[in-house]
């Protein structure tokens, strides 16, 4: 078996550490959009993810703001009329079943579907779910990102912009990028920013940081990265807890 080395640093650390991949014979880690955007603000975030997720803690305010934006996701279902959602779970379990959404996403294109809620497209095990995938003509969609956010921030066209790469590489052809933020109007707070340029752009970004990603996910050793500013910035992270106690553990031998 073969192995290559991948050299992953902060731009906000010195530190930097090595993972060694096998690049020959194993099976290819998938990456999801929230995997990515997760990786991305902190490779140890992703590896907790995949391996000791029952350490996170997330604080009662900041479930409090996620169940409010799945309840403004929901209601932006209808922005353009009718829709069909793709969501699909394994049965006796809250998780997704990305390849039956996949095919229900096929099928709703094949049969002509003008609006659809978490179209889901994946390729080579690369995953997201796009909150709405609007028909403009046959064969050209536009991607809606959703945020129930009084403006529109760069994590979100980020996010906006790894969904275009990934339905870029699955032969969907996009004739615009928007974020959705919530506008100060109850009756129509459905707000859509065209961020189509800066989202293509971000496809250098996804292709020079996937597979070093991939390789976090796959390790089996624990990633070691010092506190910092990626544990606020741009979401508190769900493990600070741990490593704040790791880092107090690690102070008494110093």
Not at 134 to 152: I, N
Request: aromatic fraction near 10%.
């Amino acid at each position: 078996m073969q192995m290559s080395c991948i050299i992953l640093c902060l731009t906000s650390q010195e530190e930097c550490f090595i993972i060694l991949v096998k690049t020959k014979g194993a099976a290819q880690m998938s990456i999801s959009k929230t995997d990515f955007m997760r990786g991305m603000q902190c490779p140890k975030m992703l590896w907790l993810d995949a391996h000791r997720p029952e350490l996170k803690v997330i604080p009662p305010e900041t479930q409090r703001r996620l169940d409010r934006g799945n309840e403004f996701g929901d209601k932006a279902m209808a922005m353009f009329g009718p829709f069909e959602e793709m969501t699909a779970y394994i049965p006796g379990t809250k998780y997704l079943d990305k390849r039956k959404m996949v095919q229900k996403t096929k099928d709703a294109i094949r049969r002509g579907v003008e609006n659809i809620c978490e179209a889901s497209f994946d390729h080579d095990g690369d995953f997201c779910a796009v909150d709405i995938l609007h028909r403009v003509d046959e064969g050209v969609w536009e991607l809606y990102e959703v945020k129930d956010s009084p403006e529109v921030k760069q994590q979100f066209i980020d996010d906006a912009g790894y969904q275009a790469w990934v339905l870029d590489k699955c032969g969907i052809q996009l004739d615009g990028v928007f974020v959705v933020y919530h506008y100060d109007d109850e009756v129509d707070p459905f707000e859509p920013v065209d961020v189509t340029e800066e989202a293509v752009e971000f496809a250098h970004v996804v292709n020079e940081n996937i597979e070093r990603l991939k390789a976090v996910k796959e390790s089996k050793t624990e990633i070691t990265i010092p506190m910092g500013e990626q544990c606020s910035k741009p979401y508190g992270c769900w493990y600070c807890g741990y490593c704040e106690k790791l880092a107090r553990q690690s102070s008494l031998f110093d």
